[in-house]
Structures are given as C-alpha cells and as structure tokens.
C-alpha cells in the first residue's frame, strides 16, 4: 500500500475515532447538565432526550469503520463500491443533518431557560458539523487508490478472467489519474487567469467597492419591506411607512446607481483583459516555427483568437461580477434572516441542503443524458452525412427507403434518450418545487407559530420570508456559476496552451555582421518535415553558392528543392548537417538581420490589402518612393504599375487578387530586391509570367545583382540555363552539378530532362508558334544550343 493511502485510511480513522468519542462525551455532559432527562431508553422522549444524536455519531463512526474495512481488504473494488453508495450516504447525511436542526428547534422551546447551556450546543454543532463532514469522509474513502503491489500479488493467481479484470482496473485507475490532472489543470488556469487580470486589480477593487455598495443597499430592501407591512396593515401608522418608503426608495436610487457602475468598471476591466491576452496570444503564434503552421489548422488558430479568447473573458467576468454578487448577497442575507429570527434561519438550513441534494443528482444524471444524446445525435449526423455525399451511389442503386430507415433508426435512439431527459426534468422541476413550497409552508407555518406567542412581529415575517427567496435566488445563482466558470476555464486551456507553446525554432541568434559577402553551403543537410518526421526530404546534400555565382537548384518535382530555400530562410532546422552563410551557422544570425540580407520570392507570393507601394515596401521602417519605383523597375513592374488609374497606389485587393499571376509576381519580386539583399532566393518567382517577360525580368536582374548570390529554382530551361551552375537534385539528393553545356555533355539526367522539355514544348509550339514569337525564338535558340552541345 502507498505511503499516501495509508496516511489517507489513518487519518479516515482518526476522524471517526473523534466523531464517536467527542459524541459520547458531549452526550454525557448534556444529560447531566439537563438532568431532567434521562438517557435511559425506557423513558426516551424526542425533545427531552439527545440520544439519538449519539445513535448518529455511532452510525456514522459504524459506516465509516465499515468502509475502511472494505477499503482495506478490496483496494481493488473496495472504493469503487463506496463511490456507488455515496448517494446513499448523502441522503443518510442530509437526514442527520436535517433531523439534528429540528431537534435543536424542539429543545429551544421545550427548554427555552437552558439555552445557555455550552453542552448543550455543543452536542448539536458537533452532530451537525459531522453530518457535513461524513460525505466528505465518504468520498475520501472512495479516492484510495489500488496500489502497484496489488498486481504483484494477483500475479500468483492463475485465472484467465484475472488480467482481463487488472487491466480494466488499470484503465480505470489512469481514467481518474488523468481526471485529477485535469482537475490540478483547471485550477491553475484559474490561477493564470487572476494572475493575468493583475494590471487590472485597482479597475476590479473599484468595482468591488461598488458591488458591494450596490448589494448592501439590495440587501436592505426586504427589511424595510417588512416595515412597511407592518406600518400600514399592524400597527396602522402613516409616519412609520412613509419613513420606511423613502429610505426604500433611496436605497433602491443608490443601488441602481453602483450597479450601474459596478457594471462599468467590471466591463473595463474584461475589455483590458480580452485585449492583453488577444496581444500575448498573438505574439505567441507569430514566434512559432512554420512547422507548427503546417500541423495546425488556420481555422484552430483563428477559433483561439477569436471566440475563445471572447468566451475566457466574457464568460469570465459575467460569472466572477455574479459570483461576488450573490455571494455578498448570500451573507448579507443570511445575517438578516439569524437577526430577524434564528429560529426560522434554521428552518430554512433544513431545507437548503435537501434542494441543493435533489439539483446536484438531477444535475449530474442530466449532464450523463445530455452527453449520450449528443452521442446519438452525432451517430444520426455520421448517417445523414455519408448519405448526401455519396447521394449518386444512393441514386444509382435507388436506395433512398433504405436510407431514410437507417437514419431514422439512428433518431429514434436520440428521441428515446429526448424522452427520458423531459421525464427527468418533469421529476427535477416538480421535486424541486414541491421542496421549495414546502420550505415556504413550513416557514409560514413556523413564523406564524412565532407571530401568535409574540416572538416575532408580522413585519419581521415578511421580511424573512422574502430574505428566504432572496437567498434561494442567490444559491442558484452560484450553483450556474460553476458551470460558466468551466466554460471559460476550457476556452482559457485551449487559449494558454498556444501562449504557453514553445517555439522549437527560437529565433534568439545575436549576430549582425557589418558585412555579409552571400556564401552559402549546405554541408551534409538531412532533413525532415516535422509532420512528418519518419521522411527524410534531404539525404545528404552538400552544395556550395559563391558570392555573385547564380545557382539553378533543377529537378523532378518533389525533390527537395524547395526545402533547401526553406532551410536557407531557417523556416526548419536540419536533423543533421549545416546550412552555413558566410561560414557560419544560419542559426546564430539574428531573426531581422538574416531576413533582410535574405530575400525569398516564393512559389505562389501573396501579397496583402494594401497598395503596390505598401505592398514593395512591407516590412521596411523607412523607404521612398523612389526606392520602390527602382525596385519596381528592376522587377519589369513599373510599366504595368504606371499603366494603371493608381499607379502605385493601387490596391492589390485581398492576397493581391486584384492582381493577374504574373503582376503579383513581378511585385514581389520588387518586394524582394528593394531590401537590396546579399542572397536571393528565387523559387519559380517567374513561373507564371511569359517568356518574354520573364526574359525581361532575368536580363534586369542579372545586370543589377552582380555580386550577390542568386538561387534560382524553375522548372523552364531559359530560365535555368542562364545559371553559372545547376544542381541536379533528386529524391533528396544532389544528383550532379556543373554548367549547363558540361551537363548536356555529361548526357544523364538534366540532359534528359532538357530534351524531354525541348520536345514537348516543340509539339506545343506546332500550333501556335506565330503567336508567339519570342518565345519561339528563345526554344529554337536552346535547341540549337544543345544540339551543338
Ligand atoms: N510542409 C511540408 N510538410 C511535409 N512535407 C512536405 C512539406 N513541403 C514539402 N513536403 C514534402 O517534401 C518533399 C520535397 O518537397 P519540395 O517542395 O522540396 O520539392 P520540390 O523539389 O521543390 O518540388 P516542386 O518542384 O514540385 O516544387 C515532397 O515529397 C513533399 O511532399
């Protein structure tokens, strides 16, 4: 057994230990000091005897030994069986509870002159305290755990159903381990969440300050309510009501007045808290690697940023301004009620725990059927919606009936379920009301006892009885609380667990060298994409870029082409190998500084809702529009750009969709060399331009980036020809690498590949080729030029 179960079991038997000693000894006591009584069983009277509160003490000790018993001998079955009867138990508590109460109203009117009388108090505070603590004892029981040796010992017995029986055991162990871990999870994100809300604590105290100001004055209302009845229908007075009226009506002006306020503040303080968890969210998923972008949908990222981050604060700060509310409102209450009469408050704590009981079993039985009519109604949806996507199988077969009928089998389970769930809340609502009624006839019944022997003034009754419902609302109120905070809890997990999130990529490198001459190398890079780890996209490439050399990285589709810029951009780390810039790790060069000496067109650029200049310029501090038009030029964009009604103030529409393919294209590229960058990374930056254009765009940037390496993926020979080198990789591996004439002389797999091109664009071109005559005339150069190769 663990050393915690047994401090547990220990301390189960201490407890109980005490409950039956100090019972009897309070027993004792109380019948010597009342000797009016005797404990002798043949004289029992019910309110002249506290005998059965000893008889409880003895149940209570009785079931608790019981238990442990159980517990000891059965680790295995043992708390399970006490968390099936804790309903039992509940019951037993309440019962003890409620009988403890209306004893105690018997003897304070049967022995009204001994009511000073510590022992006598004492017995019933003790019985009642105990009547609390014993479903709490219970449930203690019912968390010991069966240990690890209990395996060990049922190893020796050789039955077939016994590892069966182990491993249901087993799961049901790490079921709950995992259920107190999520317990342990939420209660420190409620932690997270205060703590968060620190900035705002002198907004929140103002706010408390009115709510409590707001509630104090609400408090008073019944009060004089009370005194109102009794100005005019008991004691007839005119002064007295309108005095009690206007005091009313002042409370309810100043009540209105904080609540307002308190509203306010509250508000503020949720709004603070919405935008300062919406900025740390933000920064949080902006750090991430790209990995986790590839692995997380864009709509999960939105969904936190929008309706949970809503749902943490709103949830939150309705609940938390409710919680505190009722809550003073509660105690506030409650001291009104024991002033007024503490005869009839413990008539009222008769009642609260027998209602609370009836709404914490329907609640947890209505949350059970709630669960399993979602169960059904997602099983029906699972019908519903392979049916209509495959609705041309359905057709073709006409099975329509046949369908109609599974779908409807699947519903009707889900009515079954509707069905038991409108019964229970028949029995819920009625159980409830019945008891809530009852509560209020026997107040009625009770006070009005009260009035008739002059204990209590008809005014005080009515004011009871309305604190009465007050804090019946405001119990309820805080029994919803609960739920809502949970709600907000679970957003706030989901939100935390991004702003918790550790990039695995950190972009903390320091270096910035004054200088930086472009040399890349990738020595020996392995690679994988982190979803999916087991592929290994490089295997091994090592390459070299000079400073001024433009490289051609060809091959066929899928290579890994592209991952070498993605790592040469450090969107990914290698698994093993180096990417080195200037020799050095690409790691240690800080984020800007790496970014703005290596610049990327990508395959499909995207450009954002704003104007072509914005658009050039994104992500400069400082820039002229001369700088744009230069970059705008370099990149054959100024003509289009001029052309235009805007010129560069025209907006590109969202992801630049105003915009035709090759217009986007030329723009970024713009974007890119604006930065006037040491290394450029060209990934079919140029694909959908043609020939001619993207000639343009070539001849421009190899006459104004010399001295800076260029790497250039495509998949168009006149793009790749023009290169001082090409690398030839393949299925993660650097196949071959020279010029373009020393790879056609070579004759393997890039001749191959150029020849393949050449002809398929020769019988493309049969049709249209005087249409299109540069382009023509730049394949007819190529193919001469490898034909004399
Ligand atoms: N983000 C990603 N996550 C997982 N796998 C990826 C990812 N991007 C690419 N891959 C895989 O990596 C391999 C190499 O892809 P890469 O984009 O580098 O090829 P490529 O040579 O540039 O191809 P293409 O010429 O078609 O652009 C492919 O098998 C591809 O499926």
Redesign the pocket.
């Known amino acids: 057994m663990t050393k915690k179960n047994i401090y547990t079991l220990f301390f189960i038997f201490l407890s109980t230990s005490v409950d039956i000693i100090t019972t009897s000894i309070l027993f004792c006591h109380a019948d010597q000091l009342v000797p009016r009584l005797s404990f002798d069983l043949k004289h029992f009277h019910v309110t002249q005897s506290v005998f059965e509160l000893w008889v409880f003490g003895a149940i209570r000790s009785c079931i608790i030994t019981g238990g442990l018993v159980g517990v000891i001998y059965n680790r295995d079955l043992g708390p399970k069986r006490i968390e099936k009867s804790s309903i039992v138990i509940g019951v037993l508590a309440v019962f003890m509870w409620a009988y403890s109460l209306v004893k105690m109203l018997m003897f304070s009117e049967v022995f009204a002159d001994d009511l000073k009388q510590p022992w006598f108090w004492a017995i019933f505070s003790w019985s009642l305290l105990f009547s609390l603590l014993f479903p709490a004892q219970w449930r203690t029981l019912s968390g010991v755990s069966p240990s690890g040796d209990k395996k060990t010992e049922s190893k020796s017995v050789n039955s077939d159903e016994e590892p069966l029986v182990r491993d249901e055991e087993a799961n049901k162990q790490n079921d709950e381990e995992k259920k107190k871990k999520k317990e342990q999870k939420k209660s420190i994100t409620v932690w997270r969440l205060i703590k968060f809300s620190t900035p705002d604590i002198p907004i929140l105290l103002v706010a408390f300050i009115f709510m409590t100001a707001s509630s104090t004055a609400e408090i008073f209302t019944p009060w004089f309510t009370g005194q109102v009845i009794q100005g005019i229908a008991i004691e007839k007075s005119q002064s007295k009501f309108t005095h009690a009226i206007i005091i009313m009506g002042l409370l309810a002006a100043a009540s209105a007045l904080c609540a307002g306020l308190r509203g306010g503040f509250f508000k503020v303080a949720m709004v603070r808290l919405n935008i300062r968890i919406r900025n740390y969210l933000f920064l949080s998923i902006l750090n991430q690697e790209i990995g986790f972008f ?1 692995t997380t949908k864009t709509g999960d990222i939105t969904s936190r940023l929008t309706s949970d981050v809503t749902t943490m604060s709103d949830t939150l700060s309705l609940n938390v301004n409710v919680f505190l509310r009722s809550l003073i409102k509660s105690l506030g209450v409650i001291v009104f009620m024991v002033r007024l009469s503490w005869r009839l408050t413990v008539v009222t704590l008769i009642g609260l725990p027998i209602i609370m009981g009836v709404s914490s079993v329907y609640g947890q039985y209505y949350k059970k059927l709630s669960s399993s009519v979602q169960d059904s109604l997602a099983k029906a949806n699972e019908v519903a919606e392979e049916v209509v996507s495959s609705m041309r199988t359905v057709r073709s077969f006409a099975n329509e009936s046949d369908e109609v009928k599974r779908y409807d089998i699947k519903l009707q389970v889900t009515k079954k379920l509707k069905m038991k769930e409108a019964f229970a809340y028949a029995g819920y609502i009625w159980s409830n009301e019945l008891f809530a009624l009852s509560l209020i006839v026997a107040t009625l019944y009770y006070g009005g006892h009260l009035v008739v022997n002059d204990a209590l003034t008809g005014g005080s009754l009515v004011s009871f009885i309305l604190y009465q419902m007050e804090l019946g609302f405001a119990l309820e109120s805080i029994s919803y609380v609960y739920s809502g905070l949970m709600e907000s809890v679970g957003a706030s997990e989901k939100v935390f667990e991004f702003i918790d999130r550790k990039p695995v990529i950190r972009h903390n490198g320091k270096l910035k060298p004054a200088t930086l001459k472009g040399h890349l190398e990738f020595k020996d890079v392995v690679f994988s ?1 982190p ?2 780890p087991e592929t290994e ?1 490089l295997k091994g490439v090592s390459f070299k870029v000079e400073p001024g050399e433009v490289v051609a990285l060809v ?1 066929p ?7 070498c810029v993605n790592l040469l951009e450090h969107f990914y780390e290698t698994k093993s190998g180096q990417v080195l810039l200037d020799g050095i790790d690409i790691q240690q060069y800080d984020h800007g500084y790496l970014h703005e000496k290596v610049s990327l067109v990508g ?1 499909e650029p995207v450009l954002y809702a704003r104007s072509i200049k914005e658009n050039i310029a994104y992500g400069l501090d400082e820039w002229t529009i001369e700088d744009v038009e230069k970059a705008a030029q370099l990149a054959n964009a100024h003509d289009f750009i001029k052309d235009m009604a805007d010129g560069y103030d025209t907006q590109t529409g969202e992801k630049g969709m105003q915009l035709s393919g090759g217009q986007k294209q030329r723009v970024a590229i713009a974007r890119a060399i604006i930065r006037d960058p040491a290394v450029l990374l060209l990934d ?1 930056a140029t694909s959908a331009l043609d020939a001619e254009s993207e000639f343009l765009v070539q001849e421009a940037l190899y006459k104004n980036l010399s001295g800076r390496s260029v790497v250039i ?1 495509a ?1 168009r020979l006149s793009t790749v020809e023009r290169a001082n080198r090409i690398i030839f ?1 393949n299925k993660g591996e650097v196949v071959e690498q020279g010029t373009h004439a020393e790879l056609i002389q070579a004759g393997k797999k890039y001749a191959k590949l150029v020849q393949r091109q050449i002809l398929a664009l020769d019988l493309g071109m049969q049709e249209d080729l005087s249409s299109k005559p540069s382009c023509a005339q730049i394949t007819a150069e190529t193919l001469a030029r490898v034909t004399t190769a």
């Open positions: 590839d994409y979803s999916r996209v091959g589709s899928g290579g890994g082409k592209s991952s395959q079919e993926i998949h990789i």
